[in-house]
């Protein structure tokens, strides 16, 4: 998308993601398999002077049964 935009001389400063990036909607995650070049990604936007959004669930996602950091210290 930001390529396309680039490509087509339309101005983009903030690219945004909704929650389908996250490790199975865990906030503060990333889904490493299906989003792997994510960092890289993130640092290429910031090289070329934009931002990247990324959208949070405004709950944690109940996850009793992992080792999901973010649950269990609020749980605790």
């Keep these: 998308m930001v390529g396309n935009y680039s490509e087509n001389g339309i101005p983009l400063d903030v690219q ?3 929650i389908d990036y996250l490790d199975t909607y865990r906030d503060f995650t990333y889904d490493k398999n299906r989003f792997a070049d994510l960092p890289d990604f993130i640092n290429s936007l910031h090289d070329n002077n934009m931002y990247w959004v990324p959208i949070l669930d ?6 009793p049964w992992g080792d999901y950091d973010s649950y269990n210290t609020g749980n605790s």
């Design 16 to 18: 945004w993601s909704d």
């Design 58 to 63: 405004a709950g944690v996602a109940m996850r």
